[in-house]
């Protein structure tokens, strides 16, 4: 029973990284971490465990990095073609 305890720890705390990571994407300083966190331990774990935790975990850290960088790559690009 222990052990199975310890082996969810990793593909759950991706999986609350990845949701994080969605749920603050208006917040970088908070967002980036838990996506690029998310994004670790989920492919940690998957290799590990193989559990569908890990995998919804590394998704959803794929997608809310992704989602970042893109809403703050046409922010960044919007304040310099303004200023030209």
């Known amino acids: 029973m222990e052990k199975s305890k310890?082996?969810?720890?990793?593909?759950?705390?991706?999986?609350?990284?990845?949701?994080?990571?969605?749920?603050?994407i208006t917040i970088y300083y908070i967002s980036l971490p838990c996506g690029i966190l998310?994004?670790?331990?989920?492919?940690?774990?998957?290799?590990k465990t193989g559990s569908k935790f890990s995998a919804s975990g590394l998704i959803l850290g794929i997608i809310g990095l992704s989602l970042c960088v893109f809403i703050y790559?046409?922010?960044?690009?919007?304040?310099v073609l303004s200023s030209l």
Do not use: E
Not at 38 to 47: H, L, N, R, T, W
């Open 6 to 24: 310890k082996t969810l720890v990793m593909p759950i705390s991706s999986l609350v990284l990845g949701i994080i990571s969605i749920f603050m």
């Open 38 to 47: 998310a994004i670790i331990f989920g492919a940690k774990s998957k290799k």
């Open 73 to 79: 790559g046409f922010f960044i690009s919007g304040i």
